[in-house]
Every structure is written in structure tokens, then in C-alpha cells.
């Protein structure tokens, strides 16, 4: 199996955060966080930034929070949205930057 690109990781960070905050069962959220988490390790094992580094980390948190609460009120959902927008505004910086790097 080949690694997953940053890119992908990005998509499926995204994908996941995105059915923590849909809702479902604790079973669900648990699962979705558990994907999500095991994205952002290996998102952290490539040489990025600290911002990325430390927009992970928020990110992991958060989604934690909301999938072990079970929270689904509109405050927690858009809490988690804001710090998943972060984390994608840092990725899409990191991955422009290393795209002009190389073409």
C-alpha cells in the first residue's frame, strides 16, 4: 500500500471532522475521531510547519471534545469548524508553498 499524500490526509481529515460534526451515534463520532486522529499522526510525521504542527494538535482536541460530549449544539459544531478551517487554511498554505517549491 502505497502512503497517503498530504493531500489525501488533508481530504480525509476533513471528511471525518465533517461526520463528528453530522452527529450519529457515539459509536459513529468515535470511530470518525479515531480515523481523523490517525490521519493528523501521520500528517505530523512529514516535515511541515509549526503552525500545521500546532493547528493539528487544537484540531485534535476539539474533535475529542465534541465526539466524547456527544455535543452537537450549533456552539460546539461551529467551535470545531473554526479550528477545522484553521487547520485547512495552514495545510492549503503548506501544500501551495511546497507545490511552488518543486514546479
Not at 8 to 29: C, H, K, P, T, Y
Not at 32 to 48: F, G, K, N, Y
Not at 64 to 82: E, H, I, P, Y
Amino acid at each position: 500500500m502505497n502512503a497517503a499524500t498530504l493531500e489525501e490526509l488533508l481530504a480525509n481529515v476533513l471528511r471525518d471532522a465533517g461526520w463528528i460534526m453530522a452527529g450519529g451515534s457515539a459509536q459513529f463520532r468515535e470511530g470518525a475521531l479515531s480515523e481523523l486522529q490517525s490521519s493528523l499522526r501521520v500528517i505530523r510525521q512529514h516535515p511541515i510547519n509549526l503552525d500545521i504542527l500546532h493547528a493539528a494538535k487544537t484540531l485534535s482536541e476539539k474533535a475529542a471534545q465534541v465526539a466524547a460530549n456527544n455535543a452537537s449544539d450549533t456552539a460546539s459544531v461551529m467551535d470545531l469548524r473554526r479550528v477545522l478551517a484553521e487547520f485547512e487554511q495552514a495545510m492549503r498554505a503548506y501544500l501551495a508553498t511546497a507545490k511552488n517549491r518543486r514546479g
